[in-house]
Nanobody, 122 residues
Framework: QVQLVESGGGLVQPGGSLRLSCAAS????????MSWYRQAPKKSRELVAG????????NYADSVKGRFTISRDNAKNTVYLQMNSLKPEDTAVYYC???????????????WGQGTQVTVSS
């Protein structure tokens, strides 16, 4: 069974920090591309950060560059999102996404976590 379980969301004041975690199972994590998306009320889901298994190369949305850092620990099958200098505009549900294979020769699939709420407010 493929599972992506996010944790670490919550309420934080502007300027504060938060670290999100995404624990993965049921697919070949070490060769999967991982990313974080977010969706605010009445807005479309947007890519926040991505990371590839080999490199490691990363990319970020312009709105979070210099403030957020994506990382992964393949031994723990976990991807992280460190969020610093948080702003009210960062308030959203954050989702973990994986693109990978369930077996070495099988097709690739996109997998989504359930999401975790991040609220930045005074």
């Amino acid at each position: 069974q493929v599972q992506l379980v996010e944790s670490g969301g919550g309420l934080v004041q502007p300027g504060g920090s938060l670290r999100l975690s995404c624990a993965a199972s049921g697919f070949t994590f070490s060769s999967a591309a991982m990313s974080w998306y977010r969706q605010a009320p009445k807005k479309s889901r947007e890519l926040v950060a991505g990371i590839t298994s080999a490199g490691i190369t990363t990319n970020y949305a312009d709105s979070v560059k210099g403030r957020f850092t994506i990382s992964r620990d393949n031994a723990k099958n976990t991807v992280y999102l460190q969020m610093n200098s948080l702003k009210p505009e960062d308030t959203a549900v954050y989702y973990c996404k994986a693109v990978g294979r369930r077996s070495g020769l099988g097709p690739s699939y996109a997998y989504w976590g359930q999401g975790t709420q991040v609220t930045v407010s005074s």
